[in-house]
């Protein structure tokens, strides 16, 4: 038996929970250079406690940019996709980080605190080179500054995720919209309180100082105990995004491809000041996409995962971006970038799985949408 | 889990369980412990002859494929069927009910130059660290 060996890398990062990942045996591996538990209990486990009650995670190792200044809006328009002047004070957006070709640099939340006080949270394996990129870009009067080692990043995640942080501050959490923030102290600890998340699931993100990342990490799971949460890792939180159809940089999405052929159109405002690669995409919007993100579902026994490549008809046409089981739904699925011609729900296509040609069918994204 | 005394085992995290001309094939406890929950056991075909080292069949849990390898040449006698259906059993009982296919065995002194239990036990000592 083998597997494959992870690529050789610079020092590995630890987050401030690492010491606490081992002791509660967190199995550790190497994700975006930091040293992160893939799973505690398993991923199926995990992944079902995040639907069905509550879940976990430290994803400390995501990256924080704050962009200050009177121009700071402008800097942030100009970088990222969709329109940052529609947030309100304490509003959250999902964003694109662009390169001048229209494609990503990287996938991101933009958060406003104030008109002159922006604040990014960009994917930890991306943040040194969104941060020199932004820094690279930054024609205005904004300044820009790399604050990821002053948080430590907690989301809790699933329908139960309200009813287990509201004992623990003082601040009203239902009055909190998707995508919206306050500043409160949960379990005495000063938090920025964050209705977002990656799972497609109700939930809440905390950002606090690393300090005190133990005390809330265990306060929360203790606290969660009764309504059966639990620690997750970062299988379930992968399987998780997948299930709810979420792109992932590096899978999904890279400098390769654009907002629109990821069906991601809807965090791209085409009518807002001009940003970089927006002439790429209007010009693509014009003349239409060649190729498109698409789901499947494995029709035949088998496994479609990353890299795979999909064939229509025995004609090679794209390859899977990710894929695999969905614990709880006994289904086999995937997302894949197809021809826009050949995009249709419903409309067969293989997966080639090392020597067998596999069946698989188009159906439409997410794979699951919770009840709101 | 004990590994079985009477089992040989590879570097590839392999055992063999020896009858005769005859024996078993799985996957050690510590591989299916490392590959987490298995969901999809691919198996060769009956009567596939193969070399040590070739590719027996693929184990795959919800986040990695592995591949496994026939750990002595032999030819491949019978293959377990239950595991097309319970793929999880090769987190229940890898050492045991979830063996994965039976060999005869081209030369059963061929066993003698896998590691035994105590040296497997050392090797996966070692492999955790």
């Known amino acids: 038996m083998s597997d494959t060996p992870a690529p050789a890398t610079s020092p590995i990062r630890k987050t401030a929970l690492n010491a606490m990942h081992r002791q509660m045996g967190g199995k550790m591996t190497e994700f975006g250079g930091w040293d992160m538990p893939v799973e505690y209990s398993g991923i199926i486990p995990e992944h079902r406690a995040v639907r069905e009650r509550a879940g976990l995670f430290d994803v400390s190792h995501m990256g924080e940019l704050a962009v200050r200044g009177h121009e700071a809006l402008a800097l942030v328009q ?22 001048a070709q229209g494609t990503f640099v990287d996938d991101l939340l933009v958060h406003k605190f104030t008109d002159e006080h922006y604040w990014l949270v960009v994917n930890a394996g991306n943040c040194t080179k969104d941060f020199s990129y932004i820094l ?92 059966g949460i639990l620690p997750c890792g970062l299988g379930a939180r992968n399987t998780l995004r997948m299930e709810a159809g979420m792109a992932l940089y590096g899978h ?42 698409v789901g499947f579902e494995m029709t035949e026994p088998g496994i479609g995962r990353e890299g795979y490549p999909v064939l229509i008809g025995g ?17 086999n699925v995937g997302m894949a970038y197809v021809p826009v011609e050949l995009a249709s729900p419903g409309a067969g296509i293989e997966i080639q799985i090392r020597a067998r040609t596999v069946k698989a069918k188009q159906v439409p994204l997410p794979f699951y949408k919770r009840a709101r | 889990m004990a590994y079985p005394s009477n089992y040989r085992y590879t570097k590839e995290h392999e055992w063999v369980a020896p009858n005769g001309k005859t024996a078993k094939v799985g996957i050690s406890d510590f591989a299916q412990n490392q590959l987490g929950d298995i969901v999809f056991v691919e198996l060769p075909a009956v009567g596939a002859e193969l070399k040590a080292g070739d590719a027996l069949g693929t184990v795959e849990s919800v986040k990695a494929v592995s591949e496994v390898y ?19 059993l090769l987190n229940q009982d890898p050492q045991g009910a979830a063996w994965m296919v039976e060999m005869e065995l081209s030369d059963p002194a061929d066993v003698n130059k896998l590691m035994d239990a105590p040296a497997y036990e050392k090797f996966v000592a070692e492999a955790a660290h």
């Not at chain 1, 820009?144 to 287990?164: C, E, F, K, M, W």
């Not at chain 1, 809807?266 to 919007?285: D, H, M, R, S, Y």
């Not at chain 1, 004609?315 to 289904?331: D, E, F």
């Open chain 1, 78 to 99: 100009h970088v990222t996709s969709n329109d940052a002047s529609r947030l309100s004070l304490d509003q959250a957006q999902y964003s694109g980080l662009m390169t």
């Open chain 1, 252 to 293: 999904e999405i890279d400098d390769t491809t654009t907002p629109l052929e990821a069906g991601l159109g809807w965090i791209t405002k085409l009518n807002k000041p001009e940003f970089l690669g927006q002439a790429v995409i209007e010009k693509q919007q014009q003349e239409g996409i060649r190729r498109k993100l």
């Open chain 1, 315 to 331: 004609k090679p046409v794209g390859h899977v971006t990710s894929g695999g089981p969905i614990p709880g739904q006994n289904r």
């Open chain 1, 136 to 227: 690279a870009q930054n024609h205005f009067q904004a300044q820009v500054d790399n604050v990821s080692d002053g948080y430590t990043q907690l989301a809790i995640q699933g329908p139960r995720a309200l009813a287990i942080l509201q004992p623990l501050t003082s601040i009203a959490l239902a009055p909190i919209k998707y995508y919206w923030f306050t500043i409160g102290k949960v379990l005495g600890v000063e938090c920025i309180i964050s209705r977002t998340g990656y799972t497609g699931e109700d939930g809440f993100e905390l950002y606090f100082d690393p300090e005190h990342s133990e005390k809330v990490w265990t306060g929360l799971l203790e606290a969660g105990k009764s309504s």
């Open chain 2, 70 to 88: 026939a750990p002595i040449a032999g030819k491949v006698k019978a293959i377990n069927d239950e595991l097309a259906k319970k793929p999880e």
